[in-house]
């Protein structure tokens, strides 16, 4: 239990950090982008809009700095991220929890397969090292280097131009209702088809290498020699003594890699269109919009911690050792 | 040194070498329009022209030195941190490791791409160096945790032990006794931050949050993205590019194996 407390309160500083870190940035950094932003729509703002803006981007040069952060602490609180300036004038918060159960789905799916298959491929690999499974190895490098959004642009040009077996863009095809029906799943999947493929190519190398490395390590302990003095399957010695044990940094590192991941699986859906926070993010990158880039980095933020307790729950039930009390 | 190794030093000294002379044997100004709008590869425009007509395999040319600056500035800038923060943390110990091990832990798990996001659009001159800085300052985490648990299994040693017992200053033993026994792991993850540098900054350039007047792999993708290229059927403007970002990483990537194999000698090839 202390493990988990430990690990718990970390993600509060962290999550503390983000926020903080969000408030400080408009506050520190040169220009007056907001502003910019408020005196062009000009009078379409109504004055709860314009009071939750100055709050968040500290425009309000009257009160003193640490006001200004418990004033933003409280809009924070009541889910207040401000209005976005692209989908004006719809609520940061309503636009994030739209596209949000997109990226969820998406990118939370095609993390847990990724890193599934690749550790699997990767403790055969570690397993039977020496053998042709080596030659893994180059390619998965190579496809590791290729940045996901590159592989996004291939993946459409090939499948959704020259031969058109998927759709290009979008989450759903155009003209469905989002309802509970075969056909509006059946597209679903479809659309999701390309993107999920772009991901778990460009992340399974990762867990393929880290896997294989440490069950060439670990398969020269001591008690995976036992094991096999012992007369065990090779499956039981394999699975049970020697992937149980490697496995352990593959899971602590799922935490840490996750934040990557998490950037790369963003890019994606930029390149395809795909209705979740990556392309929320892209809009409003291009329209300067940054209520909407901060609400999507913190609400990203946010989905990254929450795994990272679930990865550590999981770590909790393989290894013993964090559950020794003290 | 074995085969990996060499190929992955000699495609990063390819490379460097265009990054180098690439301005000066760039066949056209990479910014020049012509009439030759959207033509595919041929003898005139190696990898084809875009839709106003500017032959790609010079922007490709022109293009490597931003990518190699930034790579090795944010290495350098990002691996001094790593050493300040991870050594430091793991000679220590104590409430000051507890302290900086947070620290880095922190900047592991907010996702920086976001982030950086952010920042470069609010800088009002995203330049290239600048964006390196800031490429830097998340990146020197992962680094900095490697090298702490490493400097904490050398701390008690019997040769550092000596050195203590013998009153050298903290410092002293650090630099001299602590430093060179993790040359391995410091250049390995000066490796691996370049890697993320590169790809960090071409993903920047890609969704157009840093300036497009300097040309870069991912300026390139960009303008591609932007004019429809994939719907046009201009396989030939985004393939050369990416081909470069992924050529350039693998070679990081082999030499990377090379300093790992170099030292954890049970990774090394086995002899069948």
Same mark, same amino acid.
């Given at each position: ?25 408009p ?31 500290g ?71 020496g053998?042709?499974?080596?030659? &893994?190895?180059?390619? !998965?490098?190579?496809l /590791? @280097?290729?940045?996901?959004?590159? %592989? *996004?642009?291939?993946?459409?040009? =090939? ?12 989450g759903?095809?155009?003209?469905l ?16 088809v &390309?993107?999920?493929? !772009?991901?778990?190519? /460009? @992340?399974?190398?990762?867990?393929? %290498? *880290?896997?294989?490395?440490?069950? =060439? ?21 394999m ?27 963003? %890019? ?13 993010l ?12 901060q ?22 039930l ?9 | ?28 100004d ?20 875009t ?127 602590v430093?060179?026994?993790?040359l391995?792991?410091?250049g ?27 040309w ?9 993205q ?27 990537a082999?030499?990377n ?16």
């Open positions: 239990m202390t493990f988990l407390l430990r690990r718990a309160a970390f993600y509060l500083v962290t999550l503390w950090a983000a926020i903080t870190a969000n408030f400080l940035l506050r520190l950094l040169p220009g007056d982008p907001v502003q910019a932003m408020i005196t062009k729509l000009g009078g379409r703002l109504n004055s709860d809009a314009m009071a939750s803006l100055y709050v968040l981007f425009l309000d040069k009257n009160k003193s700095i640490w006001e200004q952060y418990v004033d933003y602490w409280a809009a924070l609180v009541q889910g207040d991220l401000g209005l976005s300036f692209t989908f004006f004038p719809t609520p940061v918060a309503d636009v994030l929890s739209q596209s949000m159960p997109w990226t969820l789905g998406l990118v939370g799916v095609t993390t847990v397969i990724a890193f599934l298959l690749g550790t699997l491929l990767g403790v055969y690999a570690g397993w039977k090292r053998s042709w499974m080596d030659n &893994l190895i180059p390619i !998965t490098t190579f /590791s @280097s290729i940045p996901y959004f590159w %592989l *996004g642009l291939i993946a459409i040009s =090939v499948f959704s131009v020259t031969w058109p077996l998927f759709p290009a863009s979008g759903y095809a155009p003209g209702v989002p309802e509970f029906s075969g056909e509006f799943i059946g597209s679903v999947l479809e659309h999701a &390309l993107p999920g493929v !772009t991901i778990v190519v /460009s @992340s399974v190398a990762g867990w393929i %290498l *880290g896997m294989r490395n440490m069950m =060439v390590t670990v398969t020269a302990e001591d008690y995976v020699l036992v094991a096999r003095a012992k007369g065990l399957t090779q499956k039981r010695i699975f049970a003594y020697a992937a149980r044990n490697a496995v352990l940094p593959s899971i602590s590192g799922f935490a840490l890699s996750l934040g990557f991941i998490v950037g790369g699986a963003l %890019l994606v859906e930029m390149v395809f269109s795909y209705p979740g926070l990556g392309y929320v892209f809009q409003g990158i291009g329209a300067k919009d940054y209520p909407l880039m609400g999507v980095f913190l609400v990203i933020t946010l989905a990254v911690l929450v795994a990272n307790l679930l990865a550590d729950i999981g770590y909790l393989l290894d013993p050792r964090t559950r020794r009390e003290g | 040194m074995n085969f990996k190794t060499k190929l992955g030093l000699g495609i990063l000294a390819f490379f460097a070498l265009i990054a180098v002379v690439g301005e000066w044997i760039a066949p056209y990479p910014s020049a329009m012509s009439d030759d709008a959207l033509s595919p590869p041929s003898g005139a425009h190696w990898f084809g022209t839709m106003t007509g500017q032959d790609i395999f010079s922007q490709v040319l022109v293009g490597t030195r931003g990518v190699m600056v930034v790579g090795l500035v944010c290495g350098v800038l990002a691996t001094i941190l790593s050493i300040l923060v991870g050594v430091t943390a793991g000679f220590l110990g104590g409430a000051a490791d507890e302290a900086l091990s947070m620290l880095s832990n922190i900047f592991l798990v907010i996702p920086a791409l976001p982030l950086i996001i952010i920042v470069a659009s609010m800088l009002p001159s995203a330049d290239t160096v600048l964006i390196a800085a800031v490429i830097s300052l998340t990146a020197w985490a992962w680094g900095a945790r490697i090298l702490r648990a490493q400097t904490m299994s050398l701390r008690r040693r019997d040769f550092v032990e000596a050195a203590r017992a013998s009153g050298e200053r903290t410092w002293r033993i650090i630099v001299f006794e430093l060179p026994n993790l391995a792991v410091i390995s993850g000066f490796v691996g931050t370049v890697i993320f540098a590169v790809m960090l900054q071409i993903t920047l350039s890609f969704v157009g949050v840093i300036s497009l007047s300097t870069n792999w991912g300026t390139i993708l960009f303008w591609a932007s004019n429809q290229a994939l719907g046009l059927g201009a396989w030939w403007w985004f393939v050369p590019a990416g081909l470069c970002i992924a050529l350039l990483g693998t070679a990081l082999l030499i194996f090379g300093i790992d194999e170099y030292a954890n000698p049970r990774l090394r090839k086995v002899r069948a």
